[in-house]
């Protein structure tokens, strides 16, 4: 008896393209996609052609200036202050409380459910960077100025409702964020010496 070559036994690869597609609908399906998100911002109205110029001066007290440098360094308001005090800076002016000259005009807004309130909703807080800039100093000053619209809120549920902003059902809300919405403006980051 010859011997012969001996034959090496074939894989079936038919189904290999089936697994193939099964793992990937697998891992497509359970794998958690980060996604991009935004910040909320609502820019100042542009000036009206016919404005005078005591309505631009009226204006301005309207306007807090945040400029963050690229030593990191906080300007608000015309004074250099720390990030950890920049909260409080924030909350005096959109508040107004004593309705003083050099903050943010009241208007009497009508609410649903807390009635005629004096607020400053004309008030914009704007925030303007370098280019270099940290990253991580840039989330803190965003994160504190979003807190102080946070902490103005809860203390105005907490007031009229005797819950923190978030318990508050969607009418309560709209009507605590008409009292303080939040009007954040960024103007385009500038590379330090432009003009």
Same mark, same amino acid.
């Given at each position: 008896?010859?011997?012969?070559?001996?034959?090496?036994?074939?894989?079936?690869?038919?189904?290999?393209?089936?697994?193939?597609?099964?793992?990937?609908?697998?891992?497509?399906?359970?794998?958690?996609?980060?996604?991009?998100?935004?910040?909320?911002?609502?820019?100042?109205?542009?000036?009206?052609?016919?404005?005078?110029?005591?309505?631009?001066?009226?204006?301005?007290?309207?306007?807090?200036?945040?400029?963050?440098?690229?030593?990191?360094?906080?300007?608000?308001?015309?004074?250099?202050?720390?990030?950890?005090?920049?909260?409080?800076?924030?909350?005096?002016?959109?508040?107004?409380?004593?309705?003083?000259?050099?903050?943010?005009?009241?208007?009497?807004?009508?609410?649903?459910?807390?009635?005629?309130?004096?607020?400053?909703?004309?008030?914009?807080?704007?925030?303007?960077?370098?280019?270099?800039?940290?990253?991580?100093? *840039?989330?803190?000053?965003?994160?504190?100025?979003?807190?102080?619209?946070?902490?103005?809120?809860?203390?105005?549920?907490?007031?009229?409702?005797?819950?923190? *902003?978030?318990?508050?059902?969607?009418?309560?809300?709209?009507?605590?964020?008409?009292?303080?919405?939040?009007?954040?403006?960024?103007?385009?980051?500038?590379?330090?010496?432009?003009?």
């Amino acid at each position: 008896m010859a011997k012969g070559k001996k034959e090496v036994p074939e894989l079936n690869s038919s189904s290999t393209a089936d697994i193939s597609f099964l793992l990937l609908i697998f891992f497509l399906l359970t794998t958690s996609m980060d996604t991009d998100q935004g910040l909320a911002r609502r820019l100042p109205p542009p000036p009206e052609q016919n404005q005078k110029n005591d309505d631009i001066k009226l204006k301005e007290r309207n306007v807090l200036q945040v400029f963050l440098n690229f030593q990191d360094q906080l300007l608000c308001g015309g004074e250099y202050i720390g990030v950890s005090d920049l909260r409080k800076k924030a909350k005096e002016f959109i508040a107004n409380e004593a309705n003083e000259a050099n903050k943010p005009e009241k208007h009497v807004i009508h609410t649903n459910l807390l009635g005629d309130m004096e607020a400053t909703t004309n008030h914009v807080i704007s925030l303007r960077c370098d280019r270099g800039t940290s990253y991580n100093s *840039y989330i803190a000053v965003q994160n504190e100025l979003v807190a102080a619209y946070n902490e103005l809120r809860d203390e105005l549920a907490n007031a009229r409702f005797g819950k923190v *902003y978030s318990d508050c059902d969607e009418i309560q809300q709209e009507d605590i964020r008409a009292v303080y919405p939040q009007n954040i403006s960024e103007a385009e980051p500038k590379k330090y010496g432009d003009k």
